[in-house]
């Protein structure tokens, strides 16, 4: 898609978007020493070729993003700079688009993706200050390249990424800043791994942890936090949705108390569940008993 100063990629682009005619398209070299370097390599190479008025192809830029108050450098496969300066991300996919449509789950995951980019880009833009300003300088819609059917020829579709965008912004709006998160450990804790092993482990646990099973596709700290969960009884290690279900009640004891009758506000709308789902259990168990019909 990038060889021949991606010529390929800017003709699939300009038959989705218009304007002028791609003819030759310049490739700046964004090689730099460190993420740092090679962001700012970017911004500059963004500068230039917007004021350049032709078409510019960034191959694997580098962009910075702020998340909760720490920098996170993002590589997007490519960025397009057209001649009127908007500036349109670019996702490279190995799924097929099969008569124009994509894997809908792939294409939304590829969107969010493709989103985060385009939120680090806007704050290039911001950088750069003038006119226009960042939303309109950068595209909202990313350019999804796939495979055509399943042959090795390219096929492309503009897909728009506002709604991504705002949920995003609003998902790093609300994350904990790292400062906060640093400033409920123990003095002196260190998660450095030169550090003794019951020195790592204390400071593991003083950081408050919500397990859920989730947590065993995606976390290296699974085993440890379910163990954690377990032996303090919390409903948590049994599942998110459960979790959600049982409002207050927030360890397997108060569930069983709840449930017995023993404590809890009957009028709470978990504990009432709770009691009814007892009976029938109880009634189950009777007839079982009885030689009836197990009711499960
Ligand atoms: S396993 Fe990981 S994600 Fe899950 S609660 Fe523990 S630290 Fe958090």
Redesign the pocket.
Known sequence: MKSDGGTELLRLLHEHTGGEAPEDAAVPDLAAAGPEGRAARTALALREATASGGWTLLDHPMLALEVAGSPAYLEPDAVVVAPDGRWTVVEIKSFPMIDAAADPSKVGAAARQAAVYVLALERVAGLMGGAPGPADRVAHSVLLVCPKDFSNLPTASLVDVRKQLSVTRRQLARLTRIEEIADALLPGASFALDRSAPELTDTVESVP????PE?LA??E??F??RDRARSMDAVTALGRGLRAELGGLTSVGAVLDAARGRAGDAADPAVAALRRAAVLRAQALEGAAAGGAVCR
């Open positions: 942890a919500t397990y859920a947590c995606a976390c700290l699974a440890h936090c």
